[in-house]
């Protein structure tokens, strides 16, 4: 008989780990080996349990499932990673799939999904859902943030004034609002609150 396809469920939430276990053991041809809870953790168990397809949550307490695929991946190149998050901003979805992600699946299309993205990555397949290959493209075509606006933004976002946020990076108050210019075009807003509103929706920043 062919082995069944070896699972590794990396996600923060036992609850929803023993939905996911609970899903994958009704189906004869998949095995959840494995558990993982945080960015760490994922990385030892993938390295110890060289599992077929690993599923990875994005947001893994004070941790990040970006920098446990990047780890994952830069260890083991071939590693069929799926990430199963219920962060759907465009910008969250780049960088999971920039990251090395196979594909990018919502936890709200977990039960109708899961199980044929699985046999599908399994067999080398790259499946997008017509929805994440939309906002993909949606993002394709809107301006990119520089890497000193999304920090701006992201104290912006924390609460933090011009004279905190140019304190906090290394630069003069009166460079704050140019680069608020910048980010208010880019996002196509007007102010500060809806600069966070929009950043948020797209996954650009996340409040921790």
Known sequence: ?????????????????????????SQPDLKVVGFAATSDEAVAQFARLKPDITLMDLRLGATSGLSAIHAIRRNAPDARIIVLTMYGGDEDIHQALAAG????LLKDG?????????????????????????????????PTLTSREVQVLKLVARGHRNKEVGAILGISEETVPVHLK????KLNVNDRMAAVNVALRRGIVHLE
């Not at 992600?101 to 990018?104: C, G, Q, R, S, W």
């Not at 910048?182 to 075009?185: E, L």
């Open 101 to 104: 992600a196979t594909t990018y």
């Open 110 to 142: 977990l039960s109708d999904d899961l199980i044929g993205t699985i046999r599908d990555v399994h067999a080398g397949g790259h499946p997008l859902s017509p929805d994440v290959k939309a906002r993909l493209e949606a993002r394709a075509s809107r």
């Open 182 to 185: 910048s980010i208010f075009i």
């Open 1 to 25: 008989m062919t082995p069944p396809i070896r699972v590794l469920c990396v996600d923060d939430h036992r609850l929803v780990r023993d939905g996911i276990a609970l899903i994958i053991s």
